[in-house]
């Protein structure tokens, strides 16, 4: 197999703040018609996307050496971002560079939360997109396949997936050493990720989503347990001694002075 034609472009949470990730963050459809568009792009042989709150990375084998040139500019239009700007804190790797990368993100050694496993299934799931599009092809499927195998190596042989490994976690025990105990505890809960809603039977939490649709998706068989309202800014007199001084983020979570509230 040759790597000469093997890119990797985008951006991680090394290098963009989470505001710009924010920015750059891609809903299903527009991940759907981003590949709509890629898979006709002349040049570029095989391609798949990885797109979590952490990372947007667009893998490939290029035919023509304009290739990721014109992936960033198609991408920075679809999110209506300067391309300036993007080049500030794109990852561009290629060759044997985007198999080391691959390995690392998919053991979670590239992760914010060193081991954190959501992100190999993250990885998977854009591999299946990809294959069951038809976008990948022998390089991609070996580099897939094999950083795979490596990836469970790494998390099979080695300690990475000891202890906490995510952040939410952390910051439920960081909860434990300030308040001594979560039994009373009140959270607001701010989305409704799948990490969110397998934490939702530890607490009794107050929901902020736009849409009250997606509240009763997320609240299942702890609906009785909920309280719902729209998302919007907060003011003191409706937070202050309501609740604890929790913010729990559909993509992280953080304490949260009181006095900001």
Known sequence: MTAAGLFVIGATHHSAPLSVREKLTLSANAADELRARFATMDGLKEFALLSTCNRVEFYGVAATPDITARITSVFCASRQFDELE??????????????????????????????????????????????????????????????????KHVRTHTAITEGQVSVANVAVDL???????????????????????R???RFRVAVRLRSQSR??????????????????????????GSRNSMLWSARRLRRVSSSAW
């Open 86 to 151: 993007f080049e500030k804190i794109r990852l561009d790797l290629r060759g044997r560079d985007v198999v080391q990368h691959l390995v690392e993100v998919s053991a979670g050694l590239d992760s914010q939360m060193l081991g954190e496993t959501e992100i190999f299934g993250q990885v998977k799931e854009a591999y299946a997109v990809a294959q069951s599009s038809g976008t990948t092809g022998p390089v991609l499927n070996r580099v897939f396949q094999k950083g795979f195998q490596a990836a």
């Open 199 to 201: 934490r939702l039977a």
């Open 215 to 240: 509240a009763g998706d997320s609240s299942g068989r702890w609906s009785s347990r909920l309280d719902w309202a729209p998302a919007r800014c907060l003011s003191n007199n409706e937070t202050r």
């Open 175 to 197: 909860a434990l050493t300030i308040f001594g105990g979560l039994s009373n505890t009140r959270i607001l809960l701010l989305g409704a990720g799948k990490s969110e809603r």
